[in-house]
């Protein structure tokens, strides 16, 4: 709950509403709310705006995870998954794109303008191995230069897990990063 909460917003709302106190108590001439107000609520505001800025929202999930996948995702997900999952559903701040340096690894953004951008991910069972399904706009990098980099992407989200490259549309790319049977729990 806490990883879908801005903290640039609370940072804006918290110094937004002291700085507000701080010049009310200005004019009302109350210096201990003023100082409070400005020393904290100004810092505070600039702060929240700064982080504003910076802030890449997070990813959405393009489906509902059924309880059956829940279960499997404890049981099977390596913790390569469930870190790629929690990261990119969550805010982040100083970055242009989710998985930037990933992408930037495996010599799949040459550019920025070219740099692939993760939309959505997805949930699902493949052969009843858990899948955590990546989803990106592609328009400029071609589905062969996903596919020619499929091995590296396994070995780079691995281990335990491989990864296929599909094409659902033109200029869309998922990624499926699925669990190998020898990464069961019991």
């Known amino acids: 709950m806490l990883r879908q909460i801005s903290l640039a917003t609370v940072g804006l709302v918290l110094g937004g509403i002291i700085s507000v106190i701080g010049t009310a108590a200005y004019f009302t001439n109350n210096p201990t709310l003023n100082l409070a107000g400005f020393f904290y609520g100004i810092p505070l505001l600039l702060g929240g705006l700064a982080l504003k800025a910076s802030e890449l929202e997070p990813v959405p999930f393009t489906q509902p995870t059924t309880e059956e996948i829940i279960t499997l995702r404890e049981k099977q997900a390596t913790p390569t998954q469930n870190q790629v999952r929690q990261d990119v559903t969550r805010y982040r701040y100083g970055q242009k794109v989710h998985l930037e340096e990933s992408l930037s690894r495996l010599g799949l953004s040459p550019t920025d303008e070219e740099r692939p951008i993760l939309t959505g991910l997805r949930e699902i069972a493949i052969n009843g191995s858990y899948t955590l399904v990546l989803e990106f706009d592609s328009s400029l990098i071609t589905l062969d230069t996903w596919q020619e980099k499929q091995d590296k992407l396994s070995k780079f989200f691995g281990p335990n897990l491989r990864a296929e490259v599909?094409?659902?549309?033109?200029?869309?790319?998922?990624?499926?990063l699925i669990t190998t049977p020898e990464v069961e729990k019991t």
Do not use: F, L, M
Request: overall charge negative; charged content about 25%.
């Open 166 to 176: 599909s094409q659902p549309t033109e200029g869309k790319i998922d990624v499926a």
